[in-house]
């Protein structure tokens, strides 16, 4: 049986994926698929500088605008909703561009990575959870640094929900998730896929950075947070852990300036972009497409169209 075609988009947060993406899903009848962890989330538009309804310029996007912000939203749920989309793209005829920054939901799309053998302890999910929200998520990473330095590498320190996750997978297991995951990840894809990685100097990107956080604020983010809080969303909601947002409930708290809000922004994304591109350097398939070796937007598409009909995914 043939497997059905799919396109991967992926890169660093402000590397242009938006902009390529619709370019190229345009030339190729595509429809999106988000793999993003927040752009899912209704409300919350400038801090994760979600595509608007004019940059899509008519292309279909799945996934995004699809939870409320009191939602929780994991890797488990990005992978039903996102075979949900799949097999309905599949079923008008056209391919899935999958585009965002979140390595780990790709490669549950992409390898069809099965999350179901190591169970769950409750009773011991609940402890950590409970340690986490007293105050004690730095002790809680430090345990994983222990435990699974890979791991701890891969899973920002402020993301109590997959530091727990893997500390109960070692505890109900006595493996490492990294490993686990590293086996995963060597999985066959039921794809025909093509993995593109968008890059560029990592001077050019961290400028870009500090100028997309610095256009967030002009745009209103303090506002949009003010908005949440008021519909009732706090600290310890998966939503409210995006970068941008627990930094401004820290200036709404009185906890800091705004110079200095915006400062820890510019370098917890830049560190956030750093660690994507550590991901994507481990996926042994993916095609680097640096920016500047390009001289227009045109010919970067013209090299994606190449590589696709290289591997028979377009005609």
């Known amino acids: ?58 292309v279909p996007h799945h996934l995004i605008d699809c939870l409320d912000p ?15 989309a799949a097999g309905q793209i599949y079923g008008r005829g056209h391919i899935p561009l999958v585009v ?23 009773s011991y999910r609940r402890n950590l959870e409970a340690e986490a929200a007293a105050g004690g998520g730095a002790r809680l990473y430090q345990l994983l640094q222990q435990l699974d330095p890979q791991a701890a590498e891969a899973i920002h320190p402020n993301n109590s929900k997959r530091v727990i996750r893997a500390l109960e997978f070692y505890h109900l297991t006595g493996r490492r998730i990294s490993a686990h995951n590293q086996e995963e990840k060597q999985r066959p894809s039921p794809y025909n896929f093509a993995y593109f990685v968008l890059s560029m100097p990592r001077p050019l990107l961290y400028s870009r950075i500090e100028l997309r956080v610095d256009r967030m604020f002009d745009d209103g983010l303090v506002d949009e947070v003010k908005r949440l809080q008021d519909m ?18 820290d200036y709404l708290d009185g906890n800091m300036s705004l110079e200095q809000t915006k400062d820890i922004i510019k370098r917890d994304t830049r560190r956030f972009a750093k660690r994507q591109l550590t991901w994507f350097r481990r ?13 227009s937007q045109q010919a970067l598409l013209d090299e994606v169209l190449r590589v696709l009909k290289e591997k028979n995914i377009i005609k």
């Open 232 to 249: 009732g969303c706090r600290r310890g909601m998966v939503s409210m852990q995006g970068l941008g947002y627990k930094e401004v409930l």
């Open 100 to 122: 965002g920054g979140t390595g780990f939901y790709i490669q549950a799309l992409l390898r069809d990575i099965d999350f179901t053998d190591s169970g769950q302890d409750s």
């Open 70 to 84: 009191k939602e929780p939203f994991d890797v488990f749920t990005f992978q039903s909703l996102a075979r949900q």
């Open 283 to 295: 996926e042994k398939d993916a095609v680097w497409l640096d920016r500047t070796a390009y001289s």
């Open 1 to 58: 049986m043939d497997k059905k075609p799919m396109i991967i988009l992926a890169g660093p947060t402000a590397s242009g994926k938006t902009s390529l993406s619709i370019a190229l899903a345009k030339k190729t009848g595509a429809e999106v698929i988000s793999a993003d962890s927040m752009q899912v989330y209704r409300g919350m538009d400038i801090g994760t500088a979600k595509v608007t309804p004019q940059e899509m310029d008519g």
